[in-house]
């Protein structure tokens, strides 16, 4: 393997817009970064994300497809 051909890795301060801090590894190359959503905020992983289907579309598959086998 060729020497020196890999970024430097580092331990990072992370700052999310909902105030939440954590520490991670990263080869970004400043100290700290600010991120807008992480696992405390983001739906996905809060429990609270709701699936839109505003244009029926699991009907309009169910309705076609739902009874072949």
Known sequence: MKADTHPAYQEVNVTCSCGNNFKTSSTYAKDEMHIEVCSECHP????????LDSAGQIEKFNKRFGGKK
């Open 44 to 51: 996905f992983y809060t429990g609270k994300q709701k699936v």
